[in-house]
């Protein structure tokens, strides 16, 4: 027998290099746990340290959410930790500069916090509401938001509002859950995965675990996506599709399940409003349910007195205690008897079947480029999964009426989506028609399918009501209600008796009504713009809405520097908190020089965004592994101590002192009401630790946290892990710890009532508030009670002959938006970028590949290298998103790539558009929940003239920040 030659491979067959899950001592002499905060997954690292300083980090394999795997950023937090981007020093702007030239003067924290202590304090005193805070990539919402609560200004928001808010409310409103932190797909038992408009970002991590282990179960993974990057390009099948067009995609599909009785006819009579009969009559009752004013309404946001149709004595039965199996799915009557003798009716289902005759796979192939084919075959694959592969689990539970089922039923079809679908102004009702996609199928909080994650599910929408009138705004006091919440009808929006907006984004107003995360790309223009005021003073935490986090991104540098008559700032006073000199630190005249993840306590709260598994809630912290570098201050601190300076009611005692030494003390101690065991972190509470989700304060909270890999995971019993809107088990427990205030189930909104209410005050039919008149055909249209498709507003005003291609831009995998620019290790993966192009796009323009060229829009022009590349869908063009810097920013060297050939998309978008037909103009997003629109502009290419610079355009300038400390450690990492 011959011997079998030695291959190349068996060469690479030596002991590995790194063992993750070996003791890992070596030279190193500690490792200490903590959080990644690389991007927004969270996962467990550990940071191994020789003498105090940082090593390297790995992923934490006792962590439940990565399970020890760490990504190309994660694994390069060292070099943010040393980045000489490193803003170290509270920093003034020089009187008599210019915003935008950092021209700053080092200053103690001491001065720092007595200018802001006075400033706040004087506004609070005068008019709480021209105090404005908004926060950017900010984990910490449940403490940021309590503190403008407290502050009594409505101003407050983070960024989801130019993120996913589409995301949270489509769905939130519709099954009371979303995707990311509050559930996802269930791979581990589903058999066909559907991933729509999802490049590799949120939940990154966990769904590269889940997908790895979900294919090579052999399951099957198609992606919907005008673009083939990151997840999408292990997808079993690509569906290439227009940007903007996802809505029409799934009508089609919900068309068509329904045409071929694909659905699950159980669940939605049990589960849903399907039944749900709405009165069809016009008159202020239109498009309202049907109530049985003899039964007493639960309240008026979720009344349990609605009628279904029994289809055995062919008349009204009481919605919620008749027997489902008697209830017509669809169909609409006249009511022959009784009081409501006359009144024609149509169960909910009924109008969603009337909504989507129209949708034909053919309607859907000529606004999408899907063939209708592929389109009838994939709804026949999501049948097959979700019945033909049904299962049950031996799990018993009892549903909210008080039936006992021995068993759940899985329907192993998964679906998945983000931005690609929320960043449009058609996203809220793309993404209702989703959520109503998969509650067809019947794939909600079942084994394979959608499932929850704690806090949620929450009723839809959630009882939390933001500010609502100008009286709940008052000097030197807190806020009448909370800044953020969801409106459930017009009385609930932030507008005062002129029907004008009270908030400086015009959230929560007529113009973007349910816009649940505020407008944050809005702030800057409206405060310029004194509309609907001005303010004084602006306080952003880690945005930069001096470069990538804004459209229109010279613009709204001008505007920062913007001047009255007089010669005074437009905005008086801005304060930029953040780690690294972003482009948007040299627009401050204060800033304040935050930690990094490394250096500072933090917590991922059940009362914010937790990192919840589907088994159970679960929350997490960081614990700072190396001392703060230099002055640098974590900015929960500075709120912490600013809240005590104020004296703001919750951070102070009754007798007027201090209640918190700094943020950890008030993590351990602060309840949510006195006496109520529900703080922010769920671990180890009561006296000795030995309770869990509530009880009192425990001093040793944080230690306990530490020793335990910084997480907490709290398992529940598999009877209360499915059917969780229904489950009467899991809503007691969910109530008991304060993640609910009611018992009642949470049914599926196939039909949203909520948005019928604005609908009919648009129309005039409603009493009570109205909105403006420039607006009302504009909620008349939006506010469909049943999921619609309308192209992207842009559009509308576009001629889309002369600029026919969409634009994108994607979170690239090795950087978190701007962040890691200045980190050594992941700017040799990214120093420029190109545009991607499909080349039949190119050549149809003359452009070369690898060559310069201009992406023009109605709004502006960028000058750009392009790739061609097959993996897009040749209606668009795309490109990796803040790359691109301004020249000197974040401290790279004048010149830089970043600055010379990297390029910004967000200079071909503009934050406000022209209202139809009108002489208004109103913010670029969607008209029902203010997201920015970022993916809906239209542009056109051409190429470079030959004698043109051979850098991109525009270009603009952002000098270094004085007076920090150098790296001086880089060079000792590359020596043993
Ligand atoms: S996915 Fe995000 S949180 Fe997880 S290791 Fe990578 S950068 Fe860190």
């Known amino acids: 027998m011959t011997e079998k030659p030695i291959s190349f491979f068996d060469l690479l067959k030596t002991a590995p290099l790194h063992d993750p899950i070996s003791d890992q001592t070596g030279q190193t002499n500690e490792i200490k746990t903590t959080t990644c905060y690389m991007c927004a997954c969270r996962c467990g690292i550990r940071v191994h ?20 795997v760490i990504c190309a950023k994660g694994s390069s937090g060292i070099m943010k930790q040393h980045s000489p981007a490193r803003i170290t020093k509270p920093l003034r702007r020089i009187t008599g500069r210019d915003r935008g030239e950092s021209a700053f003067e080092v200053i103690e924290w001491a001065q720092a916090l007595d200018i802001l202590t006075d400033r706040l304090s004087k506004i609070r005193a005068t008019d709480p509401k021209k105090f404005a805070l908004f926060t950017g990539r900010d984990q910490m919402q449940a403490l940021t938001g309590l503190f403008a609560r407290q502050f009594g200004t409505p101003n407050y928001a983070a960024h989801g509002g130019f993120c996913s808010v589409n995301m949270a409310a489509g769905m939130i409103y519709t099954i009371g859950g979303s995707f990311w932190e509050f559930g996802g797909p269930d ?99 239109h498009g309202l349910f049907l109530l049985d004013s003899t039964r007493p309404a639960v309240s008026e946001d979720l009344p349990q007195n609605k009628f279904a149709w029994c289809l055995t004595t062919n008349g ?30 149509a169960t909910s289902y009924e109008l969603l079947k009337q909504q989507v005759q129209h949708a034909t796979p053919e309607w859907a192939e000529s606004i999408t480029g899907i063939p209708a084919q592929r389109i009838r075959l994939l709804a026949k694959e999501l049948g097959f999964a979700a019945f033909q592969q049904a299962f049950e689990l031996p799990i018993p539970w009892t549903d909210s009426w008080g039936k006992a089922h ?47 994650k704690a806090p949620y599910p929450r009723q839809t929408p959630p009882r939390i009501r933001s500010t609502s009138s100008e009286s709940q705004i008052k000097p030197n006091t807190p806020l009448g209600a909370a800044p953020l919440g969801w409106p459930a009808r017009p009385e609930d929006l932030a507008v005062n008796d002129q029907g004008e907006p009270i908030r400086i984004d015009k959230a929560f107003s ?90 500072r306590h933090d917590c991922m709260s059940l009362l914010d965004r937790p990192i ?202 090795a950087m978190y938006h701007s962040w890691d620019s200045q980190n050594a290790w992941l700017r040799q993966i990214h120093s420029h970028n190109y545009l991607f192009m499909n ?75 022209p209202m139809k037909g009108g002489s208004k103009k109103i913010s670029n997003s969607d008209p029902i929940t203010g997201q920015a629109g970022w993916y809906d502009v239209r542009v056109r290419l051409r190429p470079a003239g030959p004698d043109e610079p051979a850098i991109s355009y525009p270009q603009a300038t952002t000098p270094a920040s004085p007076g920090q400390v150098p790296n001086k450690k880089f060079l000792a990492y590359f020596t043993p």
Request: hydrophobic share 35%.
């Open 839 to 913: 080349p039949r796009t190119a050549k149809a323009s003359g452009i070369a590949d690898g060559a310069w060229l201009w992406v023009e829009s109605q709004w502006g022009r960028v000058r750009c290298m392009g790739r061609y590349s097959e993996a897009v869908e040749p209606g668009t063009v795309w490109t990796w998103n803040a790359i691109g810097k301004s020249d000197g920013a974040w401290r790279l060297d004048p010149g830089a790539d970043e600055s010379r050939k990297g390029f910004l998309l967000n200079h071909l978008i503009s934050e406000e558009i």
């Open 612 to 813: 919840s598994e589907f088994d159970g809630p679960c929350d997490s912290v960081r614990v700072p592994v190396v001392a703060p570098t230099d002055h640098c201050r974590p900015f929960q601190e500075v709120i912490v101590e600013l809240a005590s300076r104020l004296k703001l009611p919750a951070f102070t005692t009754p007798e007027g002192a201090r209640k918190f030494k700094g943020y950890p003390d008030f993590i351990t101690n602060f309840e949510t009401a006195p006496g109520s065991g529900i703080g922010f972190l769920a671990g180890w509470r009561g006296k000795d630790g030995e309770k869990s989700l509530k009880g009192e304060p425990n001093p040793e909270q944080w230690k306990r946290y530490a020793e335990n890999n910084c997480v907490f995971h709290f398992e529940m019993t598999p009877s209360l892990q499915y059917m969780r809107n229904w489950n009467q088990e899991y809503i007691r427990f969910a109530k008991d710890n304060g993640f609910r205030q009611k018992e009642d189930p949470i049914q599926i909104a196939v039909y949203c009532e909520h948005l019928q209410h604005f609908r009919l005050a648009g129309q005039g039919q409603r009493p009570g508030r109205q909105p403006p008149d420039w607006l009302r055909e504009r909620i008349s249209t939006y506010f469909d009670p049943l999921p619609f498709w309308y192209p992207p507003l842009e559009d509308e005003i576009t001629d889309t002959e002369s600029f026919p291609l969409h634009a994108l831009t994607q979170r690239p995998m």
């Open 49 to 68: 340290l020789r003498d105090g300083e940082v090593r390297y980090i790995d992923g934490n394999p006792q962590h439940p959410l990565n399970k020890g």
């Open 510 to 599: 007529w113009e973007h009504p349910l816009s649940a995360h505020g407008l944050m790309h809005n702030v800057i223009t409206n405060a310029v713009h004194g509309d609907p005021y001005p303010i004084d003073t602006l306080m952003i935490f880690m945005a930069n809405m001096a470069w990538n986090s804004t459209m229109n991104t010279m613009a709204i540098r001008d505007a920062l520097n913007a001047k009255d008559t007089q010669g005074e700032f437009k905005i008086p006073f801005i304060v930029v908190c953040d780690a690294f000199d972003s482009e948007m630190v040299a627009y401050a005249d204060l800033v304040l020089p935050d930690t990094t993840y490394l250096e």
């Open 406 to 452: 021995t068993h759940v039923i899985g329907r192993p079809v998964a679906f998945h989506a983000m931005r690609g679908l929320a960043a449009h102004s058609n996203g809220f009702q793309t993404i209702r028609g989703l959520a109503i996609l998969m509650s067809l199928l019947g794939t909600i909080d079942r084994p394979g399918g959608f499932r929850h």
């Open 316 to 345: 009204l039965v009481p919605r919620e205690t008749a027997d489902p199996a008697t209830f017509a799915l669809d169909g609409e009557f006249t009511i022959t008897e009784g009081p409501h003798q006359g009144v024609r009716v």
């Open 187 to 285: 791979l581990d038992q589903a058999k066909l995965f559907v991933m729509l408009g999802t490049a590799e970002d949120h939940h990154s991590n966990p769904m590269k675990v889940a997908l790895s282990k979900f294919k090579r179960s052999g399951g099957r993974f198609i992606s919907i996506n005008p673009i083939r990057t990151g997840y999408s390009a292990i997808a079993d099948e690509w569906i290439p599709i227009r940007p903007g067009t996802d809505g029409a995609l799934i009508l089609s599909l919900v068309r068509e399940l329904i045409a071929t009785n694909q659905i699950d006819h159980e669940f939605l009579k049990r589960y849903s409003n399907s039944p749900d009969l709405v009165v069809r009559d016009p008159g202020p009752q």
